[in-house]
């Protein structure tokens, strides 16, 4: 008691309270390692729950993905002049979708060409057929005209010859007959000049008779000469005649024999049908032909036609407006069969495999409930993220790879006009 005495009053509750205190300062610290201790266990339990799903935006597609046609970019500044189909028609494979202004320009350059290969064709035929029959019967006409001109030459040149040696030898024989005649009277006159000369001699004539029959001799001596000199005129003009007259007709049926060579070698030349005519021939028709064919293919073009069975899902050009070549006139998809192209991010695509279902609900309520399909293909391509999020925090840059999921028969249907709607796919696992 005395000792319990020594102490204050207010002293007595110290060593109560440091009991108390060092037993909350043991509780706590004994608390912080256990629990220290059991968080690895509740990190490795969170870690071995299995995945059961992914989850990734996407977009409604026609299988096939959308097609823009668009004219020939050869054709520049395509104008629409007709647009057969209004957005949500279906049309058939080869179905006119549009018609450009320059379809008549392009019919009458079909109908030219065409034109252009009768023409051609109607050559050929000439070709092969030779000359006309008039024209060849016209050559063989004057063919025989030159000979027959040829025949008369010859005949006129011959009997003008025949003419001029006939006087040959008329004039011939008559020069020679007054020659010989002359030469007579001249043997007569000298024989009675040399009578005359012995009666002179022996006085019986006078001498002026004797000169007279000296004149006679004389004057027939000059006559026979001048009868031999015409008569060597004569034969020699006439003989000269003849070989002037041969030297012609010789001309002359050297040069129609050369006309008729030359009229024989024209009408070969009419009858005869060329290897090389034809083939040039036959040329200028594939040519034609093949221009012709140009100008169909490019008739053709003047038309927009669907390369597939299809729906119309959007028009982007209108009659009068011109074709953007990027735009294309309109956007055309197998509506008939959607798809769901999903952006699944890089990190989960080794997750997903082909087969596997998926469920898709729409992000805007563009269609109601969930539509349902399988993993029908797996891109080989890692790219950004086309399907923008509504969350304005999320990570447009994100890589991700696009699965495309083939819906089924119902579903299909029911997002059919839903082209490009965004949705929120889930791939399960």
Do not use: C, H, W
Not at 167 to 191: C, K, P, Y
Not at 213 to 228: Q, S
Request: a negative charge.
């Amino acid at each position: 008691m005395d000792k319990l005495q020594k102490f204050p009053p207010g002293k007595k509750l110290i060593i109560p309270l440091s009991l108390l205190g060092l037993f909350v300062v043991g509780g706590t610290a004994i608390y912080a390692v256990n629990q220290s201790a059991s968080k690895p266990e509740t990190t490795e339990t969170v870690a071995q729950r299995p995945i059961k799903a992914v989850t990734a935006l996407g977009r409604i597609e026609p299988q096939g993905e959308v097609i823009k046609l668009s004219p020939p970019p050869d054709l520049g500044g395509a104008k629409i002049a007709q647009l057969l189909v209004e957005e949500g028609d279906r049309v058939t494979q080869g179905q006119t979708i549009a018609i450009l202004d320059n379809k008549e320009r392009n019919a009458t350059a079909v109908e030219l060409a065409r034109q252009d290969v009768r023409v051609a064709e109607a050559d050929l035929a000439i070709v092969k057929a030779g000359a006309k029959t008039g024209e060849i019967n016209a050559q063989a006409a004057s063919v025989k005209r030159v000979q027959a001109e040829l025949s008369g030459q010859i005949a006129a040149n011959e009997a003008e010859v025949a003419q001029l040696q006939a006087q040959l030898r008329t004039e011939t024989g008559e020069r020679q007959a007054a020659s010989d005649r002359l030469q007579a009277e001249l043997r007569n006159a000298e024989s009675e000049f040399k009578r005359y000369e012995r009666l002179a001699k022996q006085g019986v004539i006078s001498e002026s008779e004797l000169d007279s029959r000296r004149l006679t001799v004389d004057t027939a001596g000059l006559a026979l000469t001048e009868a031999k000199s015409s008569y060597n005129r004569t034969v020699d003009t006439l003989r000269e005649q003849v070989k002037q007259a041969q030297a012609v007709a010789r001309q002359n049926k050297d040069t129609l024999q050369e006309q008729i060579i030359e009229a024989e070698s024209t009408l070969d030349s009419v009858a005869e049908v060329r290897d090389v005519d034809v083939l040039k021939a036959q040329a200028e028709v594939e040519r034609a032909s093949a221009a012709l064919k140009q100008a169909e293919a490019d008739f053709e073009l003047t038309s927009v036609e669907s390369p597939i069975n299809g729906q119309i899902v959007k028009i982007n050009a209108y009659p009068g407006e011109l074709v953007n070549q990027d735009d294309g006139v309109v956007e055309l998809g197998q509506t008939e069969r959607m798809i769901i192209v999903a952006e699944v991010y890089e990190s989960d695509i080794s997750k997903v495999k082909v087969g596997q279902t998926a469920t898709i609900r729409s992000e805007t309520g563009a269609f109601a409930d969930e539509v349902t399909g399988k993993v029908s293909q797996i891109g080989l391509q890692i790219g950004k993220r086309d399907v923008l999020d509504t969350d304005p925090a999320a990570d447009v840059d994100s890589r991700v790879v696009e699965v495309k999921i083939r819906l089924d028969p119902e579903g299909s249907d029911r997002v059919s006009p839903l082209t490009n709607s965004k949705v929120i796919v889930k791939i399960n696992l």
